[in-house]
């Protein structure tokens, strides 16, 4: 008897997301006849989302919209909640696939467990052990692990972490993180940096990329961000901070206030994708607080500075290619100016090995669910990846 392919719903409303997630579509995907695979999106990140389904040539089968301006925690979860339901319903999956932290994340995994479908968490494990930091995304992914049935952890410190808490050493999986998967096969392609939204950008000087929309960082942290970068291009007369900046009017607002009109600091409507991979390889220094870049940026060899007071990716702080340094505006001028000045204490951040993934996670989780039972284990503990990444890329 021919057995029916394992029917699997990927659930995704925001850009990192869509980034994370869109390799292991593709990956499930080239695999006909063993799956099928649907995905929805909820809308979480509107305006920011469609160009990287059309880059990684994604078509959603459902589409929900969701997002209003200003909305608010509660009524956007009860809204996943509400409008997941009846995708469940029709797709009727064996799997629904959820990636790290996000309210999308928390409403999804939350009505599948209502609708007793099982789900497998990409990111597992990440941990700052302080529930409102960052906010609200610890208190997600928490949630969503203990209601997960798979976990995908990106590091050997993840698995760790959902052995500690009780979880099923069967159902742990360690496989890298997938956006290096996606920063591997996007920076492979040729990028005309001379067009496009980087064109103004003037490249002949040291590029510091910042990008900063964390919601604990609403207000005064924002403010103190800004600070920061207006004085170090006063300190140092060669840099060029370049800020893509969020649409969310928290951030927008303020950063357009104190920084615009400074010919030392470019402020860009948010990047695509592509155009934001090819800008930190050409970035000096970068200073975020996206758990995105802190995972990405020591595969191209730039050293990060975390605008945060707590990291749920401590591996990167450890290996050596990231430095915290919060909102404090001092210690941000002190440890960029540090980096920028001192040639010694730039080059030992930036050789690091990548300790987060060598761009084949992907790969991984799609031989875990292809696997019939879900609960093989032959990559559960190999990360003999490590050591040695297979990176597509030669830092510059």
């Not at 040695?388 to 830092?395: F, G, M, Q, V």
Request: glycine content about 6%; overall charge neutral.
């Amino acid at each position: 008897m021919t057995q029916t392919p394992a029917r699997i719903l990927v659930v995704l409303g925001t850009r990192p997301e869509a980034i994370k997630l869109a390799p292991v579509i593709n990956a499930l995907r080239d695999t006909p006849g063993e799956l099928t695979v649907a995905v929805c999106v909820t809308g979480q990140h509107r305006e920011m989302l469609a160009p990287i389904l059309e880059l990684f040539k994604i078509v959603p089968e459902y589409q929900l919209g969701l997002m209003t301006p200003n909305q608010k925690l509660a009524r956007l979860t009860s809204a996943i909640l509400d409008e997941i339901t009846p995708v469940l319903e029709e797709f009727s999956p064996d799997w629904v696939i959820v990636q790290g932290d996000t309210t999308t994340a928390l409403g999804a995994c939350l009505a599948s467990f209502y609708q007793h479908v099982r789900v497998a968490h990409v990111e597992a494990g990440l941990r700052t052990n302080d529930k409102r930091r960052p906010f609200p995304e610890e208190a997600n992914r928490r949630i969503v692990d203990s209601l997960s049935d798979l976990h995908f952890a990106p590091t050997e410190r993840a698995r760790r972490s959902l052995l500690a808490e009780g979880t099923d050493p069967a159902t742990v999986h360690v496989t890298g993180n997938t956006v290096i998967d996606a920063l591997c096969q996007v920076s492979a392609r040729a990028y005309d940096i001379g067009s496009g939204p980087l064109a103004g950008v003037p490249f002949d000087r040291r590029i510091v990329l910042v990008t900063a929309h964390r919601r604990e960082s609403f207000g005064q942290g924002m403010i103190a961000i800004c600070r920061a970068l207006a004085r170090l291009v006063d300190e140092v007369p060669d840099v060029q901070v370049v800020y893509p900046v969020h649409l969310n009017p928290n951030v927008r607002d303020p950063v357009r206030d104190r920084l615009g009109g400074d010919p030392r600091i470019s402020l860009l409507p948010p990047l695509d994708y592509e155009s934001l991979v090819h800008l930190m390889r050409r970035a000096t220094l970068i200073l975020t607080d996206s758990g995105g870049i802190q995972e990405e940026a020591p595969t191209l060899g730039k050293p990060v500075l975390v605008l945060r007071h707590v990291t749920e990716r401590p591996e990167a702080i450890e290996a050596g290619c990231a430095r915290l340094v919060g909102t404090d505006p001092s210690r941000i001028v002190t440890e960029a100016r540090r980096l920028l000045e001192d040639q010694g204490a730039y080059d030992r951040m930036a050789r690091v090995v990548n300790p987060f993934g060598d761009g084949r996670a992907s790969e991984r989780i799609a031989a875990v669910l292809r696997s019939g039972t879900a609960t093989a284990r032959s990559s559960a503990r190999d990360t003999s990846w490590r050591p040695a990444i297979e990176s597509a890329l030669t830092p510059n």
